[in-house]
């Protein structure tokens, strides 16, 4: 009987490996069109967008679409959880009673010896008040801010003064930043020319220099210091200039300088957003504008500065241009402005370059540095001085520029040589050539006064 039973259990045991046998070797097929089956079901949904929903949960989010104009209320969504962004960045910043404080703890925590007249505080120390001043200047007192501000002295110790100056800094660029994000309708990180507007108009009240200004003059003073940010930040006249372009240049720190309210004159003279230097430019225009029509014609143009532009190059001006009725308006008239006043500035330098690239080529050629030079020429005809000839003043100008090409000048050529505003007034002003030509005796003259001026001391 045991054997019977032991056989009849070893008997089951072979069929079932034998059928376990088979049904793997049967498997290879099923398994190919099982997956062929899965395949073409799980493409089928793929496809529909049946399995959409849990494959985007894996996604993070990278884009949000901006409302539409008239999506009034996403609009008013979004403009109201920005402001309360700001709100919040803008409570994070140091107020003056923070301010005073860290320079109290600054103060009370230098460590001798002074260098020369400034307190001086070591690493340790500027640590201890780091962990006293708050969690709002925990980001101002790091090794790395510290490493920053380390030169020269033989204790390693970094200037409380320049140490504070810093901190001041840092605060005045982001109170700022704010600031003028609160002006960026589109909330992309970039002002438009309304934008611009709005905010220099508001903030014409809180410089004590521009006190005297009538309110009907706003729009032009306005319309005067956007132009300058428009100019030189935007070359490529995309109509925006990004937030951190304003703040890393100089433009807004002179219109800033603008709250202080014993300015010198000279500052003010120098300074483009200035009541002086605005009522001067607008002046200027006013005096040009002969028929009183509030544009300028060409014959107009023609008398600016020392009345000295060639006609061929005043041609091209209005060729190139936005003129309306072939007469240029006050905005266009401020760029002109701009270009003259700053040869040296590549985007000065950018104006004047297309206005001589007459073929749109991307490069001076020997052709037309000579257009432009016949007429300096014919200017010193008629005022009878002895005609320069062409060739000498070529060769002067490619000695100077030095091309990658001998035979073309590149608008980074001229920037790159630093003589953009010499070889640029050499061929478009007969005063600028008369100067260069005259350059020696000019420098000996202003030589020669300053000599009589030390002898004229006591």
């Not at 259990?9 to 997956?35: C, F, M, P, Q």
């Not at 009538?214 to 940010?229: G, I, L, N, P, Q």
């Amino acid at each position: 009987m045991a054997n019977e039973k032991t056989t009849h259990w070893s008997d089951i045991l072979k069929r079932r490996l034998a059928n376990s046998t088979s049904k793997d070797e049967r498997s290879e097929d099923e398994k190919k069109a099982e997956e062929t089956e899965l395949f073409t079901q799980y493409y089928s949904e793929w496809k529909a967008g049946g399995n959409k929903d849990s494959s985007l949960k894996k996604i993070p989010r990278f884009y949000y679409r901006l409302p539409a104009e008239d999506e009034v209320l996403l609009q008013k969504l979004r403009e109201e959880s920005r402001a309360v962004f700001l709100q919040r960045k803008s409570r994070e910043l140091l107020d003056n009673e923070e301010l005073q404080n860290l320079w109290f703890l600054l103060d009370k925590h230098q460590v001798p010896p002074m260098s020369g007249e400034e307190a001086m505080i070591s690493y340790e120390a500027y640590l201890k008040v780091g962990e006293k001043a708050g969690p709002k200047c925990k980001q101002f007192f790091t090794a790395r801010v510290y490493g920053k501000l380390l030169h020269s002295d033989p204790y390693g110790r970094i200037s409380i003064m320049q140490f504070f100056n810093y901190v001041m800094r840092k605060v005045w660029l982001h109170q700022t930043r704010i600031g003028l994000s609160l002006y960026d309708v589109a909330g992309q990180g970039y002002l438009r020319e309304s934008d611009l507007e709005n905010y220099i108009l508001e903030l014409i009240p809180t410089l004590p220099q521009l006190d005297g200004l009538e309110k009907s003059f706003y729009s032009f003073y306005v319309c005067t210091a956007v132009r300058k940010f428009f100019f030189f930040l935007d070359p490529l006249r995309t109509g925006k200039i990004k937030i951190q372009d304003i703040l890393a240049c100089s433009f807004l720190d002179d219109l800033l300088e603008l709250r202080d309210e014993e300015l010198s004159k000279e500052s003010q003279e120098s300074n483009w957003f200035s009541a002086p230097s605005a009522l001067r430019v607008y002046g200027q225009y006013l005096n040009l504008d002969k028929d009183h029509n509030g544009m300028l014609s060409k014959e107009e143009l023609s008398r600016y500065g020392t009345a000295t532009l060639t006609a061929v190059f005043l041609d091209r001006v209005y060729q190139e241009c936005l003129t309306y009725d072939g007469e240029m308006d006050y905005k266009t008239y401020l760029d002109f402005v701009l270009a003259l006043e700053n040869r040296k500035e590549p985007a000065a330098l950018q104006y004047i370059f297309k206005l001589l690239d007459m073929e749109n080529q991307g490069y001076l050629n020997v052709f037309s540095l000579n257009y432009f030079f016949r007429a300096i020429q014919e200017q010193m005809k008629i005022h009878g001085q002895e005609v320069v000839s062409f060739q000498d003043v070529k060769d002067e100008i490619f000695d100077m520029v030095k091309p990658k090409d001998p035979y073309k000048i590149t608008l980074q050529d001229l920037v790159n040589s630093c003589q953009g505003d010499t070889v640029t007034s050499i061929l478009i002003d007969l005063n600028g050539f008369w100067s260069y030509e005259n350059r020696e005796v000019l420098v000996a003259n202003d030589n020669d006064s300053n000599s009589a001026l030390d002898l004229d001391d006591p």
